[in-house]
């Protein structure tokens, strides 16, 4: 992903994250569907926020079958490397141990967090 692609806003996240789950290509009823709890929205918001979707160059709209079916164009875990690259960069100066000391001290990460981390790290270590 480069830096020529825009960062989604949060209704557009939670619409690429259907997008993204559904392994076929998907209709915008589908995508307000799976949406209900999350966003009370009619079909011409939705159909606003998939066109600039389109436009940002996050989501491809298939026309050809009738129905518009919209499939992802970046890769759910490409936009999601680049925005924790970012944000590590903006907020903790590209380091993770700050961070994590950031959110420990402050008490948002739990003991069991950082056992639950340490042995996460181990098993990465094993298996390179």
């Known amino acids: ?42 079909l011409s918001t939705l159909m606003t926020s998939l066109a600039r979707l389109a436009d940002k160059g996050f989501v491809s709209c298939d026309r050809s079958s009738g129905s518009n079916l919209y499939a992802p164009l970046v890769e759910e875990d490409a936009y999601k490397t680049a925005e924790s690259k970012s944000f590590l960069e903006k907020l903790y100066g ?22 639950e981390l340490r042995k996460f790290l181990d098993e990465l270590e094993e298996g390179l």
């Open 1 to 42: 992903m480069g830096n020529g692609k825009k960062k989604l806003g949060e209704a557009e996240l939670e619409i690429m994250q259907v997008i993204w789950a559904s392994k076929t290509p998907v209709t915008s009823n589908y995508i307000l569907q799976e949406l209900q709890g999350l966003r009370a929205w009619k």
């Open 94 to 115: 590209n380091s993770i141990q700050n961070m994590v000391a950031t959110l420990y001290c402050n008490r948002a990460l739990k003991s069991s967090d950082v056992e």
